[in-house]
């Protein structure tokens, strides 16, 4: 299926879910991730935070539980057409951007190019680790600029089950998925 197509119908299945659904759907993701992960202390985590209009995975409870287990936070911002990574603590001040992204007020790039996970935010991601987010390609310029180690993790309330069928050269997999029913690993036993 071409990524329009999916990114239509995924828009759409998202749309359907109801808060308590999209809630409990995202604490099942979140679980799964510390149950697989098992992430620790001093590690460095890249996550977004969701944009309500859009029902984005409910990262909030990642973040809390990150910055309660001394695990680093950097959050991804848009300043021009660059997306930045700022660390984040408790006392962040945040304010809301014009596409409805809360986003911390400062624009003081950490620098950082090692993160243990980037946990990214989609709207489908096929058996092959090839994910469909909104189209702008700030992710895979992200990719492009950390380092090989990272562990490129998809979030998503639904299992895949079909092929995305217009990948580009420079589009970078993920090399997992986190759905609220299991992860899947796009290693193939390289992990």
Request: hydrophobic letters at 35%; a negative charge; glycine letters at 6%.
């Given at each position: 299926?071409l ?13 359907a879910?109801?808060?308590?659904e999209?809630?409990?759907l995202?604490?099942?993701v979140?679980e799964n ?12 985590v890249?996550i977004f935070?969701?944009i309500?209009?859009?029902?984005e ?5 990642f ?15 848009i300043?021009?057409?660059e ?12 304010e809301t ?9 400062s ?10 996970y ?18 702008k390609?700030?992710y ?22 079909e ?7 420079n589009?970078?997999?993920l ?6 029913t299991?992860?899947?690993s ?6």
């Amino acid at each position: 299926m071409l990524k329009a197509e999916l990114r239509k119908k995924y828009t759409q299945k998202r749309k359907a879910l109801s808060t308590d659904e999209a809630f409990l759907l995202s604490e099942k993701v979140f679980e799964n991730f510390i149950q697989y992960f098992k992430p620790k202390e001093s590690e460095k985590v890249h996550i977004f935070i969701p944009i309500p209009a859009r029902k984005e995975i409910g990262t909030q409870i990642f973040i809390q539980y990150f910055l309660a287990k001394n695990i680093h936070v950097y959050v991804p911002k848009i300043v021009g057409d660059e997306l930045i990574n700022i660390e984040i603590f408790e006392d962040t001040v945040f304010e809301t951007n014009h596409w409805g992204i809360s986003e911390p007020v400062s624009n003081m790039d950490s620098g950082e190019k090692y993160f243990h996970y980037v946990i990214t935010p989609l709207l489908y991601c096929d058996k092959e680790g090839n994910r469909v987010g909104y189209g702008k390609g700030f992710y895979d310029g992200l990719f492009q600029t950390i380092s090989g180690e990272t562990k490129k993790i998809g979030v998503n309330y639904f299992d895949p089950d079909e092929y995305v069928d217009d990948t580009w050269e420079n589009d970078i997999p993920l090399d997992y998925l986190v759905t609220p029913t299991e992860v899947l690993s796009f290693l193939s036993g390289l992990e």
